[in-house]
């Protein structure tokens, strides 16, 4: 039987993933095998979610050559405050 290739999560997906992880942990009260596996899980999310966002960062700066070629970087730094938990 051929196995079927799943897809990759999105960042949307991963960051759920990261969240839900970091949820667990915080409340305490898994065993610790199983708060091993889930922060494992969430480490796995969270390079996942790293991931998405350098490919993201590659195009945009991509996209902000001038005609000329010439690149001008702009930062894309953001402060936690622009993404606060929801």
Do not use: H, I, Y
């Not at 990759?8 to 949820?23: G, I, M, S």
């Not at 796995?44 to 993201?56: H, V």
């Not at 590659?58 to 730094?77: I, T």
């Amino acid at each position: 039987m051929a196995q079927e290739k799943t897809e990759p999560p999105t960042f949307e997906a991963a960051l759920k993933q990261l969240k839900t992880a970091v949820d667990r942990l915080e409340e305490g009260t898994l065993p610790l095998s199983e708060a091993l596996q889930v922060f494992e899980d969430g480490l796995t999310a969270s390079n996942r979610c790293r991931s998405l966002l350098e490919d993201a960062r590659q195009r945009v700066d991509v996209l902000l050559r001038d005609s000329n070629g010439e690149f001008e970087r702009v930062p894309l730094d953001f402060d936690d405050e622009e993404f606060g938990d929801e």
